[in-house]
Structures are given as C-alpha cells and as structure tokens.
C-alpha cells in the first residue's frame, strides 16, 4: 500500500487505515507507535521495529568472523577468576582466624 490521506480531527487524532495498521503489526485492539518528526515527515514506529533496528546496529558493530560472545566470555571469564580468588583469600583468612593468626580480613585494607 502506498502513501494514504488521513483527516486529523481537531484533538489531533487520526485513524490509521486497517492495511497500515496489519503491516505495522498493531493488535485488532490498539497498540503503541513511537511518533517522530524527520524532515517535516511524521514517522511512527512500533516497539519491535525500534528493537529489530537498534539491533540491526548493534550487529554492525560486532567483530568480523561473528565471534559475538567473546567480549562477553572474556568478562565472565574474568569475574570467575576474580570471584575464586576472593574466595580462597577469605578461605586462608578464616583459616588463620581458626589458628589464632588472625590479620586483616581480605579487602580490610
């Protein structure tokens, strides 16, 4: 369907032909758009069109070889490696609290 006239009564409300709304993908009930104005132009959005596009943009970003998860494995990676050491620091501190040697818990300092 190509560009359609619609009349706006005077609270600024206008009917969105039935074909617009079904390729919108509005519910028989109603739905939310996003309205914007670009160029003298008013645009409305749905949720899952936004969604689909901020993701198209984030998918450009991604490293070439489609290696996304790997800043995420790295990250998890790390705070694993960080988690373990806390615990075996806590694990010798109890330790030496248990021996009478106590000191400065870990992360006193």
Partial sequence: MGAVMVKVDASGRLVIPKDLREQLGLPE??????????DG??????RLAALERVQRKLRALA???GDT???VDELITGRR???ARDAAEDRA??????????GTPPGAA
């Fill in 93 to 102: 501190w109890q330790e030496e609290a248990r021996r009478g040697r106590r």
């Fill in 69 to 71: 998860g790997s800043a």
């Fill in 81 to 83: 490696a960080e988690a």
């Fill in 63 to 65: 490293p070439p070889g």
């Fill in 29 to 38: 009930g109603g739905g939310e758009l996003r309205l914007t104005v670009q």
């Fill in 41 to 46: 132009e008013l645009r409305a959005t749905t």
